[in-house]
């Protein structure tokens, strides 16, 4: 049974995204003292410079996407891990916050260039009734990657007595080694004929699609950046040390939560499993907006970490399963594309609200997005349930 899904571009994959989940991993939880401490940008110019990038990722992915239903999945793959590694060296040398904002936005173009395009290529490899397990395995290999990262860091602070932007320059390596694992993948697309583009072209995507998309935009609008609330266990005392240890924590909840989330998600229903996850952020947001003490914000952080491992493969596994072979790229663009501009969206209010306070309003507010947003889910789940029973 393991052969079934866990097949070559799958493994080689995840392993691309691996080494480039260690490069971006190092840099992110750097990048709020970076920007603030070393640089002195305002804490709006991170929620911007956040926003932004994932915006530019969002256009990215719809282009991308669509293209690659037609031309293929691999060119996509290779340019967009290449073109993320020269966006983080833009930001590992920059000594303003333009050059960063311009080095994060290029690095996200290059993620959303090769998002779609990839995920497509692992739905392409992987049978319908698997997909769930598929994607949690890939994103189960992000995360240890994220936790690589980190660590690499870690090591870094302590032997240059913790220079920033020294350590920072290490991520390049993973990044290049990333791109250079690309070139190893094989396609599995099958290029469409001239009817079956025309065809594609006009096909609107099912409306049972349209309106996951239109849900679980409508949710991600709660989910401000995660580089803020590396900027709050700063705010509230962690050293630099401290937030990239936290960080580790974070990624390492998700990495043993990820495979069983998305093999929960193929037995049971995708939905349910995402509002398990929403529930561990409005949670840990909660907490994290109210408390100073360390050891309560390292088990918020902690819960936090259920949140990706419920909901990143699984609402990629619930798009990929509700999507038309001929869309697989077009729907997992829209859909990826829709949640980075919702990101935009709460980049800017999260930045816009934060400040110095002892409570912090905007994690509190994200809190009850999220949990009407579990709430909502869980409940459509149930009718769903009942409807079928009748």
Known sequence: MMKRWLTRNLVL?????LAQDAASELLYPLLPILLTGVIGAAPLALGLIEGCAEAAAGFTKLLSGKSSDRIGRKPFVIAGYSLAGFGKALVVVATSWPLVFLGRVTDRIGKGMRGAPRDALISDSVEKAYLGRAFGFHRTGDNIGAV???????????????DVRAVAKWA????????LLTLLVKEKFVKPSKTTIKKSVRSPLPSSLKRAIALLVLIQLTNIPDVLLLLR????????????LSYMLFSGVTVLAAFPGGYIADKLSPRIVYAVGLLAFSIAYAILGTTHNHGVALIALALYGLFPALTDGVGKAWIAGISEVEHRGHSQGVYQASMNF??????????AMWSKGVIQWPLIIAAVGALMGAATLAGGHLLRARSSLK
């Open 172 to 179: 390049l390596i993973p990044a290049v080694i990333s791109g």
């Open 13 to 17: 994959l995840t392993l691309v995204s």
């Open 342 to 351: 919702a990101v935009l969206g709460a980049g800017i209010w999260g930045g």
């Open 148 to 162: 690589i990262g980190p660590a690499i860091a870690l090591i870094g602070l302590s032997m240059l007595n913790g």
């Open 233 to 244: 266990l700063h705010d509230i005392g962690f050293s630099t040390q401290g937030v990239v």
